[in-house]
C-alpha cells in the first residue's frame, strides 16, 4: 500500500519502487529499476514542513529518508501512466526518521526539483521503497 506525502494542504500518492511483502506463509516481492514518483510534483516552499503518512500503523522498525535534487536527464524512459521513474543513486542526503506511522519533516531547499526515496522496514511484514517528486519554489 502507498504511503502519502503532505504540505500547504495539497497530498502526493507516493510511487513504489521495490517491495517485499508478506502474508502468513506467502509473499511477493518485486523490484524496479529506478525510483517510481507521480508524474506531478508537489509544490513547496524553500522552508517547508511536511507530513509523511504511513500506510499501515503497526510501527515500523526501520525508516530511511534520502534526498536527491534532479533534472529532466535523470529521468528514465520508464514509468506507467500518472507516473516517473528516476534514476537517482546514491542519495545527496540521507537520515533516520521516527519509527512511528505519521511524522512531520522540516525542509530547507534551494529552488529547483528533487526527488524523497523513503524507505520502510516492518518486522514480519514487509518492505517497501517509496519515491515522491517535489518542486521546491521560493519563498
Known amino acids: ?3 502519502q506525502l503532505t504540505a500547504a494542504g495539497s497530498t ?3 510511487g513504489i519502487a521495490s517491495y517485499c511483502w508478506r ?3 506467502d509473499g511477493l ?3 524496479y529499476e529506478g525510483i517510481a514518483t507521480a508524474d506531478e510534483p508537489l509544490v513547496i516552499d524553500s522552508r517547508s514542513t511536511v507530513t509523511l503518512r504511513l500506510p499501515i500503523t503497526t510501527p515500523p522498525t526501520t525508516v530511511q529518508w534520502a534526498l ?3 533534472t529532466e536527464q535523470d529521468l528514465l524512459p520508464l514509468g506507467s501512466a500518472g507516473y516517473r521513474s528516476w534514476n537517482v543513486y546514491p542519495a545527496e542526503f540521507s537520515r533516520a526518521l521516527a519509527l512511528q506511522h505519521t ?3 522540516d525542509l530547507e531547499l534551494d529552488p529547483g526539483l528533487y526527488v524523497i526515496r523513503v524507505s ?3 518486522e ?3 518492505d517497501v521503497m517509496y519515491g515522491f517528486f517535489v518542486h521546491v519554489e521560493e519563498g
Open 1 to 3: 500500500p502507498p504511503a
Open 12 to 14: 502526493q500518492i507516493a
Open 23 to 25: 502474508e502468513g506463509d
Open 29 to 31: 516481492c518485486a523490484d
Open 68 to 70: 536527491q535534487a534532479v
Open 103 to 105: 511524522q512531520t519533516v
Open 120 to 122: 520502510v522496514w516492518w
Open 124 to 126: 514480519g511484514i514487509g
